[in-house]
């Protein structure tokens, strides 16, 4: 069956801009994360969404980093006014049930501020 | 603060070697542990996972972990590697009592197979 599915693949934008990105889960799968990966820092944890439950947000760096999942589906990673260090590749995981569960991830969108 | 530590950041081997990759976390309390692999170009899959039990855990590819809850450590290993094992893997681990689905990675670690 189809994967989880990420858009677009690759976004260039000029610091101070706002950009979106955009993340499609596996049909069924109720549990969705972002993540962060960039040079410097690895594979970084950025918020976690599970069914209907507030999501944890807890790995968002700063305020200009905010996301929404519509319909219990898609998802939005939003960074406003964004900064050159912002550059990095935002992968998008989802799994069954949350929690334990396997998560499977996108191809990710490479996002460069210049 | 949980962390992963992998110790390599980057493996040379020569085809038929055997690999071990180290995975050292910190986290006193119940982990689930898994390794993911990313090959090039390609997506971020999971080669294998411990939630419980047997502490050798064997996945995708000829594979296998070892889980040792004394030494806090989850080091991969294959007996034998071939060529098409060239990719950067990482160790995870989701601390199951506080972090809902968070998985925590190590920096990752490049490994080159020579033909």
């Known amino acids: 069956g189809a994967g989880v599915s990420q858009s677009p693949s690759n976004k260039v934008t000029e610091k101070g801009k706002d950009v979106e990105l955009r993340c499609d889960p596996i049909s069924g799968h109720t549990a969705l994360y972002w993540y962060r990966q960039s040079l410097g820092q690895g594979l970084e944890f950025l918020i976690y969404?599970?069914?209907?439950?507030?999501?944890?947000k807890s790995g968002l760096p700063s305020d200009r980093f905010s996301a929404e999942r519509t319909g219990g589906s898609v998802s939005t990673l939003t960074i406003q006014r964004t900064q050159q260090e912002d550059s990095a590749v935002y992968l998008c995981a989802s799994s069954l049930m949350g929690g334990s569960d396997t998560q499977y991830f996108g191809p990710g969108t490479r996002l460069t501020v210049l | 603060a949980q962390s992963v530590s992998q110790h390599n950041h980057h493996v040379i081997l020569s085809e038929a070697a055997s690999l071990e990759l180290g995975c050292n976390y910190s986290y006193g309390g119940t982990v689930n542990l898994f390794w993911y692999v990313q090959y090039p170009g390609q997506h971020l899959q999971l080669l294998l996972k411990?939630?419980?039990?047997?502490?050798l855990v064997k996945g995708i590819k000829g594979f296998e972990a070892e889980f040792i809850k004394s030494k806090f450590s989850f080091n991969l290993r294959k007996p034998s590697v071939q060529w098409s094992d060239t990719a950067e893997y990482f160790c995870?681990?989701?601390?199951?009592?506080?972090?809902?689905?968070?998985?925590?990675f190590g920096q990752g670690t490049e490994l080159s197979v020579k033909p």
């Open positions: 995870a681990v989701n601390a199951i009592h506080n972090q809902g689905g968070k998985l925590i």
């Open positions: 411990y939630f419980s039990g047997d502490p």
């Open positions: 969404f599970q069914g209907n439950s507030a999501p944890d």
